[in-house]
């Protein structure tokens, strides 16, 4: 079911004060129903059982928390539905051969990154790509074990605290996306790509007091639906012997459902400049472009190399990386307790923070026969900032025809 979640009522033990109150005042929370992932993840944050003090100031580190972790993931299904909706097939017309459309290049070209060269003329294509994605990791942090804190109180002056709330969150993926691509001119081709994305979430937390470990809440939901559409137009500028030039231009339409965390409900534009050199056995190519419109001030950049042992396989090699200058990071603040002398309270919240973000790809295109393409690749986060995955993998079915 879209937008669909199931909870369980934090537990009471009356042998406790502190947590007894503190759940007395979670049960509105715990019976009210989330309609959604976004709500469903703030539940999570912020129906807290430690006796802060400071109800105020837990609302709002909860709630910075919550919409950090949505942006988050934003950003990476942002990034990460696709490879290159552009076509793995380039041909040119051959002034030789009375203008008869060949092959420009051996190359069947990289996967995230973009390369000079155009598909063609008259030349159509149409894919279906698939990637998986389980979110393991937040700012280096592990989400799965159960050791990421949200809350926590500590004696003054000890380094470990007496009593600790820690959340388990299991994040992933599934997105399929169909995309086309048309050369209008030997220069200019334009494409479009819509994604399909079904995303989880399960997750509880669990109340630890002096070694004693407390059920707090559990919580699942699960969306499926259109993402953002994405659009790209393709210039080549200048291509001669084996090297060329080219801009494109490419934007996100908001058309997934924001509270479900499948867009992010705003237009973002990005130009790009390509550069390309193609050999007989290798080619390489890098991309750089900035992006209007996006949560932050961002620079994205590619870069790849492909080999090609013969006509119809060709290794890829990629790495794609992007700034973020005005991203957040998860951190954890201590204060001391408004009224418990001798106590402080840590809470988990986030700050601003520019990041990088890079992430290595590596796989295969092969022609399967006439003008199908088959590519499988995985990806791998080189750096720990956002939420990060293990491994990504990909498979992708590509048909071209025209000329």
Known sequence: MCGKSRKGRPAPNASRIV?????LLAVPCANARAQSIRDTLSFLLTNRSIATGDFAGDEQA????SDTISSFLLTELGSLPVSSSASGFSYEMDPGLGGVPTRATASFGPFFSERALTSGARHFSFATTFQYARFDRIDGRQLGNGTLVSTASRLTGQAQPFDVETLTLRLSTATTTFSATAGLTDRLDVSAAVPVAFLTLDGHRVDTLRGTSTPQATASASSSGLGDVAWRAKYNLWHQSNTAFAVVAEGRLPTGRTEDLLGAGRYTFRPRFV???????VTMNGDAG???GSFSEEF???MGMTGMPNSRVTIVGELV????ADAARLTEIAAPHPR???????????TPHSTNRVIAVAGIKYNVAAAWLMTANVSHFLTDAGLTAGWIPAVSLEYSFGG
Not at 19 to 23: D, G, N, P, Q, S
Not at 275 to 281: L, M
Not at 321 to 324: D, N
Not at 340 to 350: K, N, S, Y
């Open 275 to 281: 550069a390309s050199y193609d050999g007989n056995r």
């Open 19 to 23: 947590c007894l109150v503190c759940i």
């Open 321 to 324: 990386g992007r700034r973020l």
């Open 340 to 350: 418990l002398v001798g106590v402080e309270t840590i809470r988990l919240t986030a």
């Open 62 to 65: 909860a709630q910075i928390t």
């Open 300 to 302: 994205d950049y590619g």
């Open 290 to 292: 900035y992006v209007f």
